[in-house]
């Protein structure tokens, strides 16, 4: 059974910094891409990151490029987002996910920007980023 568990959303004034965490067990966590993606209030779940199994490539939503960055530690089964020059349309449940819905050996890559929903399972609770203005 895979648990997914994000921490370390908050609340933040434009122009401050987050950085995200995520863990991942129940499956072989160094053998997945994985994601972060974003739901604000009436609206759709949007990919926001991915980076490979290696940590060697990665990608980004073009709202979020030159501001966020995704890294993992595979010793950790954790992947993590910084997030910096938050602004107020940064304000989401934001969620991580294991790209688990491709088949093999895709689930090892990026393939897309931004990454696409549908190409990741096993969501978890998510945690709350508010940036106020």
């Known amino acids: 059974q895979v648990q997914v568990v994000e921490s370390g959303g908050g609340l933040v004034q434009a122009g401050g910094s987050l950085r995200l965490s995520c863990t991942v067990s129940g499956l072989t966590f160094d053998d997945y891409a994985l994601g972060w993606f974003r739901q604000a209030p009436a609206k759709e779940r949007e990919g926001v990151s991915c980076?490979?199994?290696?940590?060697?490539?990665?990608l980004y939503a073009n709202s979020v490029k030159g501001r966020f960055t995704i890294s993992r530690d595979n010793s950790k089964n954790t992947v993590y987002l910084q997030m910096n020059n938050l602004k107020p349309e940064d304000t989401a449940m934001y969620y991580c996910?294991?790209?688990?819905?491709?088949?093999?050996?895709?689930?090892?890559?990026?393939?897309?920007?931004?990454?696409?929903?549908?190409?990741?399972?096993?969501w978890g609770q998510g945690t709350q980023v508010t940036v106020s203005s």
């Open positions: 980076i490979t199994w290696t940590g060697g490539s990665s």
């Open positions: 996910a294991a790209r688990t819905s491709v088949s093999w050996p895709d689930h090892r890559y990026c393939s897309r920007s931004p990454p696409s929903v549908a190409d990741f399972g096993d």
